[in-house]
T-cell receptor, first 113, second 114 residues
Framework: DQQVKQNSPSLSVQEGRISILNCDYT??????FLWYKKYPAEGPTFLIS?????DKNEDGRFTVFLNKSAKHLSLHIVPSQPGDSAVYFC????????????FGKGTKLSVKP | ETGVTQSPTHLIKTRGQQVTLRCSSQ?????VSWYQQALGQGPQFIFQ???????GRGNFPPRFSGLQFPNYSSELNVNALELDDSALYLC?????????????FGPGTRLTVT
């Protein structure tokens, strides 16, 4: 049973527009959420995170929103750039966990020039 | 500072064989976690080592085992390989266990079991 769900396998966006990637989770014990970006032949790289005590975290073009009541988070990329084309993974960490990450299946973002 | 490296890049094994995958953590990182990423799936936590001791394990059978060495290198061993073990195996190192320590991933080893 998947605890972290990314229901959109792919997303295509025009350069300069906003990209919105969504993630849902089922386990209310999760209290930290992360987004990773993965290029082909490379390992995932950390992008941005949010603690469950917050509802928004911003870092440059990247903003993550958390809606705890809906068990939903989203990653906004504004403006999108062709270099953002990659697979994006949503991951969660449980309260008191030893750092083992629970990943979604990923969403492949394509930003077209 | 070098990043996390893994070897080999690709590997083909036959069902029933044993395999050892290697990971070299960033200097000073005393924690390494291993993940299995099957095709079309997200990475799944196998286990974590902290200061050369297993420190947590996911839902994987005992034929998946590991070692961590004082020189920041580690190994993932899989015995009695099954077809379903075909996947990308990722290691991730960090300065410590859990938050606030970021995990740095290597590029992975792609294992194919025939």
């Amino acid at each position: 049973d998947q605890q972290v769900k990314q229901n959109s396998p792919s997303l295509s966006v025009q350069e300069g527009r906003i990209s919105i990637l969504n993630c849902d989770y089922t386990n209310s014990m999760f209290d930290y959420f992360l987004w990773y970006k993965k290029y082909p032949a490379e390992g995932p790289t950390f992008l941005i995170s949010i603690s469950s005590i917050k509802d928004k975290n911003e870092d440059g073009r990247f903003t993550v929103f958390l809606n705890k009541s809906a068990k939903h988070l989203s990653l906004h990329i504004v403006p999108s750039q062709p270099g953002d084309s990659a697979v994006y993974f949503c991951a969660a960490m449980g309260r008191g966990s030893q750092g083992n990450l629970i990943f979604g299946k990923g969403t492949k973002l394509s930003v077209k020039p | 500072e070098t990043g996390v490296t893994q070897s080999p890049t690709h590997l083909i094994k036959t069902r029933g064989q044993q395999v050892t995958l290697r990971c070299s953590s960033q200097s000073g990182h005393n924690t390494v976690s291993w993940y299995q990423q099957a095709l079309g799936q997200g990475p799944q936590f196998i286990f974590q080592y902290y200061r050369e001791e297993e420190n947590g394990r996911g839902n994987f059978p005992p034929r998946f085992s590991g070692l961590q060495f004082p020189n920041y290198s580690s190994e993932l061993n899989v015995n009695a390989l099954e077809l379903d073990d075909s996947a990308l195996y990722l290691c991730a190192s960090s300065l410590g266990v859990g938050l606030p320590y970021e995990q740095y991933f290597g590029p992975g080893t792609r294992l194919t079991v025939t």
